[in-house]
């Protein structure tokens, strides 16, 4: 029974040991995608085509909702005119515009918004040259692993050395250090 325990305690140990010479032997770098997103051209542009569709949305929403409150003023002003059947009839009228708003604001703005789905269709071709980019650097360098810090990777320690954003930009055709807006 010793010996049984003895050689799984050794098979553990130069598991150990054979799993830290692997480990030391690969590469990693990363990328903050932000950054280069945002010395990207490209990347103004949609963003600019981008806003310019949120605020006009937003002001048509803005219009209903300014109708929803019309119709609501009107009705505090007048409501000891009406009949109980001209009250019911004016507050589905009020109800009624307010879904209207309502489901006009999901429309453009929730999850699966038109603002989503524009963004996703814009931003599709940006973030692929992004990807491909990495992909040669890391397969030319012989990277094992590539992460991209400005998302949800979270790092305590990372060296500069590893970063790659300035490569990839290279192979995007960019300079580094020059940004989009000419600063």
Not at 10 to 35: F, M, N, P, R, T
Not at 50 to 56: G, K, R, V
Not at 109 to 126: K, N, S, T
């Amino acid at each position: 029974m010793q010996r049984l325990v003895r050689g799984a305690l050794v098979a553990i140990v130069l598991c150990g040991i054979w799993g830290e010479k692997a480990h030391a032997q690969q590469k990693i770098g990363y990328i903050d995608s932000q950054i280069i997103l945002e010395e990207l051209p490209e990347y103004a542009t949609v963003q600019q085509k981008l806003d310019q569709l949120e605020q006009e949305w937003r002001t048509e929403i803005q219009n209903q909702e300014e109708t929803v409150q019309a119709l609501r003023d009107e009705y505090r002003a007048r409501e000891l005119l009406y009949t109980d059947q001209e009250r019911r009839k004016k507050r589905a009228e009020i109800q009624k515009a307010q879904e209207k708003v309502d489901q006009l604001r999901q429309r453009y703005f929730g999850p699966d918004g038109q603002l989503y789905a524009r963004q996703q269709e814009l931003m599709r071709p940006i973030q692929k040259r992004i990807l491909d980019a990495t992909e040669e650097i890391a397969t030319e360098e012989g990277y094992d692993y590539v992460f991209d810090k400005s998302e949800k990777v979270l790092f305590m320690y990372a060296r500069e050395e590893h970063n790659l954003n300035s490569r990839v930009l290279r192979a995007l055709g960019i300079n580094p250090g020059q940004r989009a807006d000419g600063q």
